[in-house]
Each structure stands twice: as C-alpha cells, then as structure tokens.
C-alpha cells in the first residue's frame, strides 16, 4: 500500500492563485473521489473540499477541487496569510478497502 | 451539533496495547455513519487506521490490520480503539472521526475530536 503523492511544499504572495496537486492510482482516484483536508498549526484536520469540488457550509468560493483520471488538484485564489497550512488529499481505496492520504502539502503565504 | 472526545493513557509501554476511547456528543453513534481512527506522529502526515459502523462492520489499514481492532458500545454512544505490540513507531496523535455521509457524492471525514496524544516510550 502507498499514500497518494503530493508536493511536501508550496507557496504563493498574497492575492495568487496556487494549485496543489494529488497522484494516485486506479484503485484510489481513478475509481473513487477525492477529498481535500486543511489543517492549521497545532489543530485537527478540517474538511475543505469532498467529492472531487464541494464545498462544505462555510468554506469560502477562494477553494476549488478538480479530478482527472488518477489525479486531482486543489486551487487557491485570492490567496490569504491565513490560508498558511498543510493540506491532505484523500480518497478511499477500492481494491483494498481503506481510505488512503497523500503525504501533505506545506503551503506558505510569502 | 455532534462533537467528538478522544480519551486514554498519553504514555504506552513498548510491546503493550494502546488503548482510546472516543465519546460521541450531540448524536447518535447509531446513525447511518462510519467512525474512524486516524493518526498523525509529530511533524508528518495522517494515517488511517480504521473504521467501523453501528452494526459492526469494519475496516482496517492493510499495514495494521495484525494489530488493530475497533469496537463500538451503543450504550455509551461511543467507539474505542485497541493497538497491540506497540513500538515508538507508533508515537502520534490520535483522532477519532466521523465520516459523513454525502450521498452519491460519497464520505469524508467531516467531523474531527482535538486528538489525543499518545507516546511510546521505554
């Protein structure tokens, strides 16, 4: 088993658009949906983005999710100092029957 | 609004069991659900460990599956975690979670407790 691939880092000024994005397989995101968690220094994980581009109540339209095929990608416009956070992608194996993370994306606002 | 509370010792012996607790508030751990344990060792990423239903259904982490079981007590509205044979490697902070149910748009983990450290030491 392995974890999805993600950059270990991305950064970005404030107001920019940067993209973070997620490589499976056929097993995991060629057959399944990927979520996006962002998660805040010394906090817990906090969904952002499920099913490949929904937004749960209260994430700002700043957040985008896109899949194609075995990978997927998170975008950030506009953005913020806030938005300084590591984020996972996720998506449940189907072959295997677990849910499997990408090793996280370090995101630093510059 | 369900909230979740992670409980248990912070500090296991190597080669003994690790034991959580996870307290379900604000809902049902009956309703139509899975719960999950995932963890996170400092500084690196998350790991899912597994997950089960009201009914009893699990699944586990293919890697920790020798070692892993998850229960679930309807009484207490509350789920637990067991892992055994424990070594430093699994020094982390531990999450119980909820996976929410979206339909055809599929799960996520929707609902997370703080976490709970745990450290393995000798």
């Known amino acids: 088993q392995s974890m999805l691939t993600q950059p270990p880092s991305a950064s970005g000024t404030p107001g920019q658009r940067v993209t973070i994005s997620c490589s499976g397989s056929s097993s995991n995101i060629g057959s399944t949906t990927v979520n996006w968690y962002q998660q805040l220094p010394g906090t817990a994980p906090k969904l952002l983005i499920y099913s490949n581009n929904q937004r749960p109540s209260g994430v700002p339209d700043r957040f985008s999710g896109s899949k194609s095929g075995t990978s997927a990608s998170l975008a950030i416009s506009g953005l913020q100092s806030e938005d300084e956070a590591d984020y996972f992608c996720a998506a449940w194996d189907d072959s295997l029957k677990y849910w499997v993370f990408g090793g996280g994306t370090k995101l630093s606002v510059l | 609004q369900v909230q979740l509370q992670e409980s248990g010792p912070g500090l296991v012996k190597p080669s003994g069991a690790l034991s959580l607790t996870c307290a379900v508030s604000g809902g049902s751990i009956s309703s139509s659900n899975w719960w999950s344990w995932v963890r996170q060792p400092p500084g690196k990423g998350l790991e899912w460990i597994g997950e089960i239903y009201h009914r009893g259904s699990t699944h586990y982490h293919p890697s920790l599956k020798s070692r892993v079981t998850i229960s679930i007590d309807k009484s207490k509205n509350q789920f637990s975690l067991k892992l055994s044979s424990v070594t430093a490697a699994d020094t982390a902070m531990y999450y119980c979670?909820?996976?929410?149910?979206?339909?055809?748009?599929?799960?996520?983990?929707?609902?997370w407790g703080q976490g709970t450290m745990v450290t393995v030491f000798s």
């Open positions: 979670v909820r996976e929410g149910d979206y339909g055809d748009y599929g799960k996520a983990f929707d609902i």
